[in-house]
């Protein structure tokens, strides 16, 4: 079979994030994109064999198909490392109330939160489900991702946590390639324990454990575990249980941690291996300590943190000059961030956590997919990863953060 050449031409400034190695940026490699002016994209059937300067390319590969960019700058396709884009329907009334001055934790204690969207999902049929998960993957999309984690956790049953990551495998299978946006599933099937089992938590551990966990695995419908450590929800021991099991199973292991108290997950997400432990808002030096000794991602959720209204946000600056590897995610979800913009979570990340604007593109791009495992694929612009990219209608990487609200992504560009 012939080779499928394709040459990405008309680049004004290339943002390659190719620091000559396979790990994330951290420190001050963190802000150092490694923009190059005038560069080309080399790409045999859909995987990156060279970048370069725009004329040398051209003579080298006269024979690929021509693609000329679209946006004045371009980086490597954005990556998601925290999504939950599997509801049934949105939680406006929450949110309204909220703004009247209930708090998130109140909220969910009378019945809504969590277990608002378990409710309706268990309603919704398998094409509903489907249907919005199509709508969902298309408002990422075009906020410019390319990859993004997909959780579980709406469910809280067999079936339901079943049917919610079988919408993603219908996803990946059928649409992925043409939509041009694919998920990592992740079973979250202890993000609560459901009304059913709230006089019977032992009961429902035991289930996650030895049936969902186990069933998920044998049907090879997700690749990760997580679970919401937290004050009233999972506490230290049952989240241990759960992820050893879930280890155990062949799942690898992500955590989150530390969002509305200083509880100790992120600490436990070092001590495990897990490949992360996302908000942290409440995450001291010791966890932070741990977190990059074991180099376990610290995930950012910026998003979440304004829609709560929280008055903590995560030390992000600290992070960084501590060396730990630092990644921001979306956490679009229907509840406490409704948010499919990474440009917008990364102007609360440089006006909030710390971050610089260049930083903030690191951690939607190669720090995103370390913090996922599939930097093989995504995150940089060098010779093997896929040859997908964002095209920006700015004329540098800090206008991306600032300016807020305004879409600048001209589109996702997969050679």
């Known amino acids: 079979m012939a080779r499928r050449l394709t040459l990405l031409r008309g680049i004004r400034r290339l943002v390659t994030l190719d620091h000559g190695h396979d790990g994330p940026a951290v420190g001050d490699a963190m802000g150092d994109l490694k923009i190059l002016e005038g560069a080309a994209i080399a790409a045999e059937d859909g995987r990156i064999i060279e970048v370069g300067p725009d004329a040398t390319l051209a003579r080298r590969y006269r ?8 946006g004045t700058l371009v980086t490597p396709a954005l990556v998601d490392p925290h999504t939950h884009p599997v509801f049934a329907a949105p939680r406006v009334g929450e949110w309204k109330q909220r703004l009247a001055g209930e708090s998130y934790q109140a909220i969910a ?5 969590i277990m608002s969207s378990v409710r309706s999902v268990r309603e919704a049929s398998d094409r509903a489900l489907r249907e919005r998960l199509a709508t969902h ?3 990422l999309h075009r906020h410019g991702i390319a990859f993004a984690e997909a959780k579980s956790g709406y469910g809280l049953s067999l079936d339901d946590e079943v049917r919610m990551l079988m919408a993603i495998r219908w996803w990946n299978k059928t ?8 998920f990592l599933p992740t079973c979250l099937a202890a993000h609560s324990v459901p009304r059913e089992y709230r006089n019977r938590r032992g009961r429902y551990i035991d289930l996650v454990c030895n049936k969902i966990l186990p069933e998920v695995k044998r049907r090879e419908l997700a690749e990760r575990a997580d679970i919401f450590c937290e004050t009233g929800v999972f506490d230290l021991d049952e989240t241990r249980e759960i992820l050893e099991r879930a280890r155990d199973l062949g799942f690898r292991l992500t955590i989150h941690a530390d969002q509305l108290s200083r509880l100790g997950g992120g600490k436990l997400a070092a001590e495990l291996g897990a490949d ?3 908000h942290l808002e409440y995450a001291d030096a010791a966890t932070i300590r741990a977190m990059k000794k074991a180099g376990t991602a610290c995930v950012l959720i910026p998003g979440s943190t304004f829609y709560l209204k929280m008055r903590k946000w995560a030390p992000g600056r600290k992070m960084v000059d501590a060396g730990a590897v630092v990644a921001l995610a979306t956490d679009f979800n229907p509840g406490s961030s409704p948010i499919v913009s990474p440009a917008a979570c990364m102007t609360l990340a440089a006006m909030h956590n710390g971050l610089t604007p260049e930083e903030c593109l690191t951690g939607f791009t190669l720090n995103a997919a370390w913090a996922i495992k599939v930097h093989d694929d995504y995150g940089s612009l060098r010779p093997g990863r896929r040859a997908v990219v964002t095209e920006w209608d700015v004329e540098e990487p800090a206008e991306i953060a600032y300016a807020f609200g305004d879409n600048r992504v001209v589109g996702v560009t997969k050679l």
């Not at 204690?109 to 939160?113: I, L, S």
């Open 109 to 113: 204690a009378a019945g809504g939160g």
């Open 137 to 139: 993957a298309a408002r």
């Open 63 to 70: 024979e690929a198909t021509v693609r000329q960019a679209r």
């Open 276 to 278: 992360s432990a996302d």
């Open 175 to 182: 649409r992925a390639d043409d939509a041009g946006i694919r």
